[in-house]
Structures are given as structure tokens and as C-alpha cells.
């Protein structure tokens, strides 16, 4: 609306002098209905610009902070290892999915779920500790999964395994995000 009222003003400075000229020789007798339309459609238009506009979207609300490792793998094996870290924990999260669609599944407790970790970590990195390599990665890692899939060892509900597996497939993606 600014806008227009300051161009009106622009075109009334510039032709003001035309203005009173034919605003003195003005005679309401010349005005028929062709002229009345006229100034009906200008007003509706403005009426219609003016109340059509709307202001600026309310922003969205900020997307929850998605879980990162950046900058916690450090020396020169930490793609890699960051890597290793994302495949260890994409493939736990899918043997764990898998076991939890059996009649009866093998792995019912949190205990067994952190013992099949640490003896999968130990075959596929053999032996060799990358928590110990990158204690930042590793103190990250375990505040996300304590926080969002429990500490609990003892016998997992349904739910609590979709945490589970959640959890371990956040870390994996944030793990292969800090490999690139």
C-alpha cells in the first residue's frame, strides 16, 4: 500500500500544474457514466489490492536438531572409521528390526542388544576400539542412544525396540554424514 501511495504522490508532484489547470475548468456536467465506472474500478482495485494482500507467512517452527557426529571423528582415519561406525550401526539396527519379526526372537533384553554391539563391534574392527580412537564420537554416541533408546538391560518391549532400532539408525546416518 506504501508502495502506491508513494508513486500517487510521484505522479501528483509531476503533474501538479495540469492538475489545478483542469481542476479549475471542472464541470460536473461533463461527467457521465463512462467516467463514474472508471473511478468505481479504481477504487475497487485498490480496495481489492489492499485487502487481498496478506502479510508474510508465519515462518515453519525450526525442525527438531537433527542428531550430528560432525567434527568428532578426528586424525586421519576418521572417514573411515566414521564409516565403519555407520555400517556397524545400520547393520545392528536391521539384525535387530529382523530378530524383533521372529516368532520368538533371540535378542529380548537391553543387555543383549548392547552385547550383540560389542561383539559385532569387536569382529568387524577386530579388536581395535574406535571409541578409544575418537572419545568425542564415542561420548556423543552413547549420550544420543542412553538418551533417546534407555539404559534399560532388561526385557524390551515392542516400542522399546523401535527405539532401538530409531536410535541406532539416527547414529548411523550421523555417522555417515561426519564420513563425507
Keep these: 500500500m506504501l508502495?502506491?501511495?508513494?508513486i500517487v504522490a510521484a505522479a501528483v508532484a509531476l503533474a501538479w500544474p495540469w492538475i489545478l489547470e483542469h481542476a479549475k475548468a471542472f464541470d460536473i456536467q461533463k461527467v457521465d457514466g463512462r467516467h463514474i465506472a472508471a473511478a468505481a474500478l479504481v477504487a475497487a482495485a485498490l480496495v481489492s489490492w489492499s485487502s487481498g494482500r496478506q502479510d508474510a507467512p508465519t515462518p515453519a517452527p525450526p525442525?527438531?536438531?537433527?542428531f550430528t557426529l560432525a567434527g568428532t571423528f578426528v586424525g586421519p582415519d576418521?572417514?573411515?572409521d566414521a564409516a565403519t561406525t555407520a555400517a556397524l550401526l545400520e547393520e545392528l539396527a536391521g539384525e535387530i528390526e529382523w530378530?524383533?519379526?521372529?516368532?520368538?526372537?533371540?535378542?529380548?533384553?537391553?543387555?543383549?542388544?548392547?552385547e550383540?554391539?560389542?561383539?559385532?563391534?569387536?569382529?568387524?574392527?577386530?579388536?581395535?576400539?574406535?571409541?578409544?580412537?575418537?572419545?568425542?564420537?564415542?561420548?556423543?554416541?552413547?549420550?544420543?542412544?542412553?538418551?533417546h533408546a534407555g539404559t534399560s538391560g532388561g526385557?524390551?518391549?515392542?516400542?522399546?525396540?523401535a527405539r532401538w532400532i530409531a536410535a541406532y539408525r539416527d547414529v548411523s546416518r550421523a555417522a555417515a554424514d561426519a564420513s563425507r
Excluded: N, W
Design 3 to 6: 508502495a502506491v501511495l508513494l
Design 63 to 66: 525442525a527438531p536438531e537433527e
Design 78 to 80: 576418521a572417514a573411515a
Design 99 to 114: 530378530d524383533g519379526m521372529q516368532p520368538e526372537p533371540f535378542l529380548k533384553t537391553g543387555v543383549s542388544f548392547d
Design 116 to 147: 550383540l554391539r560389542v561383539r559385532a563391534r569387536l569382529l568387524l574392527c577386530r579388536g581395535a576400539s574406535l571409541g578409544e580412537k575418537h572419545p568425542r564420537a564415542r561420548d556423543a554416541i552413547k549420550a544420543y542412544l542412553d538418551q
Design 155 to 161: 526385557p524390551v518391549s515392542p516400542e522399546q525396540r
